[in-house]
């Protein structure tokens, strides 16, 4: 779904277990490192992108997590000139991203990244909190920095459920 500005509706997926630790995970092939993430289908739900894209992406099911927080807003950012498919229509210049904070229940040995026959992931470790600042792509970081930031203090449920 990309809407009239040139901006695909796409969810943003921070998994976070206790002690302030988030999932990072590797692109195929790639030294690149992202949360996951995906794009929203025409009908659907962005709650529902979420559990689609995470069991999609990372094997896990909604029962594996609990959402525990989500960006009030939708977060932008533009795709870097040469990714931008020119002859794309409608053409998509960048996303817009719903972010939703979830924390793993489950035992991380059910992450798996084949549920597809075109992984996006293969590796994955988990990293402090504000660490993927510091990874993740330059196009990427604002709306990195914004989602993390507003979603800063769900970490302290997250803590509290583990202890």
């Known amino acids: 779904m990309i809407d009239a500005e040139g901006f695909r509706a796409n969810v943003g997926i921070i998994l976070c277990r206790g002690s ?7 692109r195929v ?19 529902e992108a979420v559990y689609r894209e995470l069991e999609e992406e990372i094997g896990l099911k909604a029962s594996d997590v609990r959402i525990i927080g989500a960006t009030r807003r ?13 002859h794309s229509r409608p053409l998509c210049i960048g996303q817009k991203q719903k972010w939703f904070m979830l924390e793993l229940l489950a ?19 988990w990293v402090d909190y504000w660490h993927p600042l510091v ?9 990195y920095r914004q989602a ?16």
């Not at 092939?29 to 709650?47: H, K, L, N, Y």
């Not at 990874?135 to 709306?143: L, S, T």
């Open 107 to 125: 035992s991380e040995t059910n992450v798996c990244f084949d549920h597809t026959d075109t992984p996006e992931f293969d590796g994955y470790r």
């Open 20 to 26: 302030n630790e988030l999932f990072w995970a590797k």
């Open 29 to 47: 092939g790639q030294q690149s490192w992202q949360f996951p993430q995906g794009g929203i289908r025409s009908g659907e739900a962005p709650r």
């Open 74 to 86: 939708w977060l932008r950012y533009r795709l870097p000139k040469h990714l931008v498919r020119r």
């Open 135 to 143: 990874e993740v792509v330059p196009f990427k970081r604002q709306v």
């Open 148 to 163: 993390l930031d507003e979603l800063s203090g769900y970490m302290a449920q997250v803590q509290i459920t583990n202890r």
